[in-house]
């Protein structure tokens, strides 16, 4: 059940006080950063999404994308302020999209492809409660899995299921070892 927290003026600090705790800003602040954020549009620049996804919670959608013999999956390789590792592709939902138009998005734009053909449709698995300990707030992630139907030229390697590397960020260990379980196959 979603919980609505009532604002309420805290004239003593100059902050909005809520069940939870005080805002940092103001109320002239919060107005202006409500104005700000709606003037944005997708995608949104770097730094305001990483600032963003620290205090609200996203829908991530998550692929495990496996070769022809379903023997191996692949990974992309990620180095920034956030990860720095193999994960699966991924994404998160965006502002007026359904989680069709977020692996559409993933499969065009991540592991570019250039139409459907390459691989089957991605299979829901379901939904996996994510627990890190970084500033990131995905809390769960959608699992989908595809198989690749023809010869893959785009970015990232192939990599035994049973073999991920040793930097393989230790969320995606735990998520492609539940879709593999989801898959019936076990593994890792």
Same mark, same amino acid.
């Given at each position: ?5 009532? =604002? ?6 100059g902050k909005q006080r809520t069940k939870k705790g ?9 107005? %202006?950063?409500?104005?700000?954020? %709606? ?13 963003? =996804? ?6 991530p959608v998550e692929l495990a994308v496996f070769d022809k013999g379903m023997g191996r ?18 994404? =998160? ?29 991605? %299979? ?5 409660? =994510? ?28 990599? %035994? ?28």
């Amino acid at each position: 059940m979603a919980r609505f927290f009532k =604002v309420v003026s805290c004239k003593k600090l100059g902050k909005q006080r809520t069940k939870k705790g005080y805002s940092m800003l103001t109320k002239g602040e919060e107005a %202006e950063l409500a104005k700000l954020i %709606e003037k944005m549009e997708w995608p949104l620049p770097h730094d305001v999404f990483h600032a963003l =996804v620290k205090k609200i919670i996203t829908v991530p959608v998550e692929l495990a994308v496996f070769d022809k013999g379903m023997g191996r999956i692949l990974l992309h390789y990620r180095e920034d302020e956030e990860f720095k590792g193999w994960h699966m592709p991924g994404t =998160v939902v965006r502002d007026n999209e359904d989680v069709k138009g977020a692996i559409q998005r993933l499969l065009t734009d991540e592991l570019e492809l250039e139409d459907n053909s390459s691989v089957t449709w991605p %299979e829901n698995h379901g939904w996996l409660e =994510v627990k890190r300990k970084i500033g990131v707030r995905h809390l769960i992630s959608l699992l989908f899995s595809c198989r690749m139907v023809k010869d893959y030229g785009g970015p990232g390697d192939f990599f %035994e299921v049973n073999r991920l590397p040793n930097d393989t960020l230790k969320h995606h260990r735990v998520l492609v070892k539940e879709i593999l379980a989801r898959m019936g196959r076990g593994g890792l």
